[in-house]
Each structure stands twice: as C-alpha cells, then as structure tokens.
C-alpha cells in the first residue's frame, strides 16, 4: 500500500485532522500515514505551498500526498488528484498543485466516479479528497477517480520567485519557522559563497555554514535545509531580532563586488 | 488488528501523548494507532464530549476509541469498557461515554483481571486505559478486561439539548473551533432552510450553503461538517467578529414565519 | 521492524516533523512511528533529556528513539547511536544520551558508512539520524553505522539531582507541564510519605496521593506519573497559582520531624 501523507490548515485544537486519519485507516486499513503538518495559518495557500515545496524531495517514492487548505471549499473550485512522477497529489485546484513542478496527469476528483455519498459543502478534505487519496494507496485506477483534464489548466502557484538586479537578486521573505528563522525564496545554489544579503537599510548578514558559526546575537545568511538562503540568529530568533516578516524584501549581492 | 483512536487533553507540550502511544505500541504490535486530538482544554468534559460525538460517524468499523480526560483521576470515580455497535469506548465513567448513543455493554476495568501492575494514581491514560484499549485492539475477550455493569448506571453526557420555544429553537454555542467558527447543538436537519439565528439583540445571520457565499466579514449560518449549525465569517473568525463565546446562547427562528 | 519512537524541539508550525516521517517511512517502509513529542522549546537540552526520562521505561522493549535538540547541528558535535539494554538511542552527543542509564555500546553515525549523501549542515535529523533510526529499526548491524567510542566519552546529563541537606532533600522544580504541575527532581521513593514541601518561605504543602483530594485552590504535594513529587492545584494550574517557573528551589522535610 502507498503512503499517504497529510497537509492541512486544520490545526491541532479540534478532531478534524483526526477525523482524516479516521476515514483514510477505514478506506485503506493500515496505511501507513505521515503527517507532513497541520500548522499551516487558516487559508494560507503561500504557506502550504511553501511547505509542500520543501518536503517533496524527501517524501517516499510512492506517496499519495493529500494537501488541503481549502478557503473555497463547496464553491466551484476544483479538486484533483495530480501525478507528478511515481507520486500522487491530492488538492484543492487553488495552486497548491503548482508549488511543485513535473505534473503528468490531471483528474478531476467526481464522487460519483468514486461512489462516494455526496459531499458536504464544507469538509471536502473528509469527504473526498480522503476518500480518493485512500483510493489511489489502494492502487485503485485512475479512471475511476475523475475525467482527466490539461496540466496546463491547473491555477498557477502564488509562490514569488527572486528578481535579478543590476547588483544581484532580489528575494522576500517566504517562511518564519518555529525556530524565528527568515526562509528566502533565494536558493544557495543559485548566489556565490561571499553573497551578502542587505535587509533593511545599512543592515547586512554575512554568510556563514550553519547556525554555530555565527557570534551571540548576531543575524547571518545560511542555506537551509530546502536549499533556501535564511537568516538566523544562533540559540535565537531572526524574526524577533530584525522585526523582519514573511514578504518583507532581501537583496542580495556579491560581497566580492 | 482492529484501530486504536486516542483523545485526550494532554497537549502537545509534553511526553505523556507519546507515552500513550509507546504503551499501546508495546502492547499490540503494530496496532494502527490515531490521534483523534490531545487540544482539548485540561479537564474540559463538555468539549470532549463535543468531539467524539462529531468524530464518532467516520471512525473505522471495529474502532477502539480512548477518551481520557480524567480531572477525577485516582479517586473512586470509575474506568469503563463500553461496546457501542462494533466498536469500543474506553473512557473514565464522567459522561464521556454518553456522548454516542447505542451502548449495549459496560465493563469496569479491572486492573487485576488484566493482571497489570497496579496502577499509578495520576496517570490511568498510560496504566488502565492504554492497556485495556490494546487487549480490545488485539481481541481479547471482554470477560477479561474487568465486571459488567448496567449501561444505565453510566454517568449522564453534560452537552446540553436545543430548547423548543414558541418561535423555534434555541441553542447554545458549544464549540469555538480552530477557524473562529461557532458550532451550536441545532442540527441543520432539525430546522428549515429558511432559519434565521439570532445571536446578541438584533443581530441576525442569514443560511447559506457554504463559507464561500458569504460577504466579506458576514457573519452567516450554515451546516458545517457534523450537520450542525454554525456561525462563520468568510476567510476570517466568526469568533473574532462577533465576540461570542461556548455557552452563549443563539435563537433560531424560521425566516419565512 | 523495531519501532521508532521520535523526540525533538520542531514545535507543530512547519513541515519539520513531517519530513522525518516521510524520511522513516522511505527508508523503513510500514514501520511503526511514535511522536513522542515535539514540543520541548528550542535547544533546551534539559527539557528534552527530562521527557525522555520520564518516557523511557515505557516504551517498546526494543525500541529505536531518536531524540534530537541540535542548537550544535553542523559543527564538531558528534552524532551517535546508543545501545540501551535492548532499545537504541539516536541523539547528538550533547547530554542527551546520557538523560537514561545503562548505555553499553556508542557508535559515531558516519554517512559514508551508511552510504549517505552528505548532510546538509542544518538538518541533520533529517540527513543522518533519521537514516541511522531507520537502519537501526530494520536489524542492520551496527558496524555499518559507525565506529565505536567509548560510553565514558559521552556528555554528561544536565539535569540536576536533589542535595541532601540536614532537615531533607532540596530539589528543583523540573518541568512545568501542560496542566501547569511544577514536576521536580525528587523521587516519592527517595522521601517519607509524611514529606511538605516548602516552596517559598512561609508556603508548604501537604502530600496527598492524587490531585482530586486537593481542597479548592490548595497547592498540593503528590507522586506524579515519573515517580517524581510535583506541586499541583485540582483542577488549575499550580504553576498560575504560586508563580515558580523551571529551575526554582523546592525544599523537602519530613512533616513529622
């Protein structure tokens, strides 16, 4: 059986996470399933984007992952089950397909197809998008799913991208983690070893290999796990330090230069 | 091995959770284990209650449900087994157990029956229950876990009915969920499509089908996921806007009348 | 498959955990998974070393934790596997290894050894523990996680134990856990059933054997679930009531002396 793994705006005060671990082990009896997280803020589809970005490259080779930040459920908004490579996505049809690339095929999600009972109008994650995730970790076939449609007609993926300047790139801010580290949507990969990121004016963070480089207090500039140019503060928070939020613009450029 | 779903009001700050967890992995290999939700207040037997009455419908067949919010714990109140259709509740005996309807059989457990150590007075969730929930999972005959006793001498539910008035129904707000949304204990079933709430002196909220067919910042009434009426605004929190808390009461009256 | 019992500092907000997850499941497919939680505040070694205390003698038999609070992640700290009687402990070597006792073997975790891509230098729990929890789980000899060192080069456990003193035991407060229990560093065992607890001058407490024999408001003195004696308020938090935070002083008298 596929794993299955979970993302959600769902939280941790209430039973609804629960009740999607619920349906899932009464549709596909010991699935295995992981909870990617449930912390992203109400409606966030950025965030989840964002989320589901970074965890993709980590995620078994065969999982059904089921992401459901939902603000339009009961609308018109579609929902699909996505693949991308030996994986399976299972969203809403809000962007959150878009916020990884490589997607063969697309289904509309059809209870009927599935022989579901008709949906509520306002927990779709419960009845149906668990329902066809369970489904698709059975191995089901596609085809009894929903119709296929283009890749292309997916919603595009709200996630900015960094800008080049004459000086080098312009980012903002994507994530603050539990920790209060700043998460760019720059990549290491994509800047030189003596990159400088100036994030307000006349404040600058040298980069530096991992957090116990940096001096007491002091915000620095390192890749983090995703591949994402952060800053940090070490046994500290960045976002406390600076006041910086997600959004906020980093420049960065060549400290050489 | 039948699932194993666990609700308490331990948190997520500390170890005891996972202890749970580790108990029930120790005594049933390999048991499907799910967190139905640990955010329920400390104590807070009304709420619980609220959450496994909503969960209950989509639990898996031949379920063990472990409910354990236990202010009691240690004193004379009891701990009991009760099979409600296929599956099995565990709780201590404060009315959790009276949140679903259709017991036939209670049991007390037994920690001598089960041949356990004794417990300690503090923690009956890792000492009494997790183990009478795994001997459930794995099969175990009833007879083992501890007495019969009559359903009727079970503590009554504290989640109080929706009161018929000469112009409809009121109820109370019984849950402020995760997203601001205030759940009351009027079934959507239990009144017309045309239903008005009244909240506060001269405020009134309108039905709709879902979150989405509200204005921005309208407060509107709609069945949510557990076929209860909730108040809800929009891409924000009913709760926030209205100022409304669990207990306050809502006055529901046709439309059209 | 032996399980794995995860305990970390990553908080809920982010897709941290979930990423170990998917890692375990990629790695070790089906096997069981234990949160033993993840809500120790960042880089508090104490804290992390007292759960897993607290949590040790009640998991699996054979058992692969692995705990990580990494404030070091990236620099010379060593990354090892514990052999513990029959379970493994997968931990940087910062304290943490030493919170439980009885190690007999210690390995260094070496990626080239496990045949790993090289670790990110801000991650590791994900890129070199969770991989070696994962061998560890599927019976891979340890040989190929690493060399061996010897148990006596560990770092020693920060926390604190009780000073005997001429009336008693000074103890510290330990742990403040969710229901607000000031849990301290001395055990019921070590103490008279007769012991008060005076925690601020002119303010003791009666030990009683669990929290519903406290009166209204009264701070009491109890056997909590550890074994250790916490000071609590039935139904509140003794935390909110006296004002002691983590680390005050706690003093323990023989009440009949």
């Known amino acids: 059986m596929r794993p299955i793994a979970l993302l959600t705006d769902f939280g941790h005060a209430d039973h609804y996470v ?32 964002f989320q589901l970005r970074c965890a993709w ?31 399976s996505l299972v969203v809403p049809d809000n962007g959150l397909a878009s916020a990884v690339s490589g997607a063969t095929t697309v289904r509309v999600l059809d209870w009927r197809s599935m022989e579901l009972e008709e949906p509520s109008r306002t927990f ?61 949507n720059v990549r290491g990969s994509e800047t030189e070893p003596s990159v ?6 006349g404040r600058t963070s040298r980069r530096v290999g991992t957090y116990g480089e940096a001096k007491p207090e002091e915000v620095v500039l390192l890749e983090g796990s995703a ?8 046994c500290g928070s960045a976002a406390d330090t600076t006041g910086l939020q997600r959004g906020d613009r980093v420049v960065f450029s060549d400290g050489e230069g």
């Open 18 to 49: 629960g009740v999607l671990h619920a349906v899932l082990e009464r549709e596909a009896p010991g699935v295995p399933r992981i909870d990617l997280g449930h912390g992203v803020e109400p409606g966030d589809i950025w965030g989840a984007c």
């Open 57 to 87: 490259p980590h995620l078994p080779t065969e999982c059904v992952v089921m992401a459901v930040i939902d603000p339009g459920v009961g609308t018109e908004r579609r929902a699909v089950a996505v693949t991308v490579g030996t994986r």
């Open 124 to 184: 779709h994650a419960r009845d149906l998008f668990a329902p066809a995730a369970a489904r698709l970790a059975r191995g089901v076939d596609g085809l009894d799913i929903g119709n296929e449609i283009e890749v292309a007609s997916l919603q595009p993926c709200p996630l900015p991208e960094p800008v080049p300047t004459s000086s080098g790139l312009e980012g903002v801010i994507m994530h603050v983690d539990h920790f209060g580290n700043l998460v760019t």
């Open 196 to 201: 400088t990121a100036t994030w307000r004016a």
């Open 227 to 234: 591949g994402f140019l952060e800053l940090a503060v070490n």
